[in-house]
């Protein structure tokens, strides 16, 4: 039932400064392919995926039962313009969005909201990725 991971979507998370011990916020995660491929790369590191539609997270679910299971990933259905860290959640290394219109321009309108938000969820070091760099380029962010 896991879905492979297309070589694009290898080449984005090979371009992402992972490491042990991170936690990483991934945008528009869709059924949930590249945040399973972080959370079985390390054995100290914490996924958050989010992603608009329910249908999409329950499908996601249910193909990392592992990864959820031993803490390294967790799903959560929210659109980032709405998404707020809860108080006892803990920052976020990493940011990334592969094709979410909130942040790559397609849609001005959330975008401002969009930014704030993973902003709030970000550590005061913490870096934003999205796709359209070679592979990926990261966008600055007012903390």
């Known amino acids: 039932m896991t ?3 297309s070589k694009r979507l290898l080449d984005i998370v090979d371009a992402l400064p992972l490491k042990d011990g991170i936690r990483v916020l991934e945008i528009g995660c869709g059924p949930g392919v590249a945040a399973r491929e972080i959370a079985n790369r390390f054995d100290n590191i914490f996924v958050l995926a989010i992603d608009r539609s329910l249908k999409t997270i329950e499908q996601a679910k249910r193909s990392s039962r592992k990864e959820i299971e031993n803490g390294k ?3 959560v259905q929210s659109s980032i313009e709405e ?3 809860s108080k006892k959640e803990e920052a976020f290394d990493i940011a990334f969005a592969i094709r979410v219109g909130a942040v790559d321009g397609r849609h001005p309108g959330i975008e401002k ?3 704030t938000n993973i902003s709030k969820a970000l550590k005061r070091t913490g870096k ?10 990261e966008i600055k962010l007012k903390n």
């Open 83 to 85: 998404f707020e860290l």
């Open 3 to 5: 879905q492979k991971i």
């Open 113 to 115: 909201a969009s930014l």
């Open 128 to 137: 934003l990725y999205i796709d359209g760099g070679n592979p990926l380029k």
């Open 73 to 75: 990933l967790r799903f």
